[in-house]
């Protein structure tokens, strides 16, 4: 059986000429020249760029619509992992930059009670082992201040024996004196 084929209309308007030309009659007195001709070919045209761009937007939808199905299961399990490390991150972040800070107030807490005041005990929030170091360096240079008011109170009382004489004291101070030193500063 033989069925009939359809011209497809985008055809049918090519195959008109572009300069085709009808005169339509109006009335006795009134006609117009209509140019078909050139009208089918612009529909053709416009067909075209509209079919174009219903292909366009099929496939960016056909797009989107990839983008914004359902995720397995596996990328929920994925993203969430992803999303508890992002926040595990950003604790440990937020703890570091704590640490930090710490390093900083301990540094210039050099008494002995800014000392007690500022420092966190090991395991808490804002103690790490950088802290703990600066916190040790400071312990330094609090014996090493103490250890020096100490050296200048046995050199002043030195200064201030009895026995002076010629830039130094020939007494039996000195004994006490050289142990006193020898106290501070270890040998």
């Known amino acids: 059986m033989n069925e009939?084929?359809?011209?497809?209309?985008?055809?049918?308007?090519?195959?008109?000429?572009?300069?085709?030309?009808?005169?339509?009659?109006?009335?006795?007195?009134?006609h117009s020249n209509i140019p078909y001709g050139r009208l089918c070919s612009e529909a053709a045209d416009e067909i075209t760029r509209l079919r174009a761009e219903?292909?366009?937007l099929t496939a960016e939808n056909d797009m989107l619509a990839k983008a914004a199905a359902p995720a397995t299961v596996a990328d929920v399990v994925a993203l969430e992992r992803d999303m508890a490390e992002l926040e595990r991150l950003r604790a440990e972040v937020e703890q570091l930059r704590v640490q930090l800070a710490g390093c900083s107030v301990v540094a210039l807490a050099n008494t002995q009670e800014g000392a007690a005041r500022a420092r966190p005990a090991k395991g808490e929030y804002g103690w790490s082992p950088?802290?703990?170091?600066?916190?040790?360096?400071v312990d330094r240079e609090m014996r090493l201040r103490?250890?020096?008011?100490?050296?200048r109170a046995i050199i002043q009382d030195w200064l201030d024996a009895e026995d002076v004489g010629n830039g130094y004291n020939c007494g039996v101070a000195d004994d006490d004196l050289l142990e006193r030193t020898r106290a501070v500063i270890g040998i």
């Open 130 to 137: 950088a802290l703990q170091d600066v916190a040790d360096a």
């Open 54 to 56: 219903v292909e366009r």
């Open 146 to 151: 103490a250890d020096v008011k100490r050296l």
């Open 4 to 30: 009939a084929q359809q011209t497809p209309l985008i055809d049918l308007l090519r195959n008109v000429p572009v300069d085709a030309r009808a005169e339509y009659e109006h009335g006795p007195t009134h």
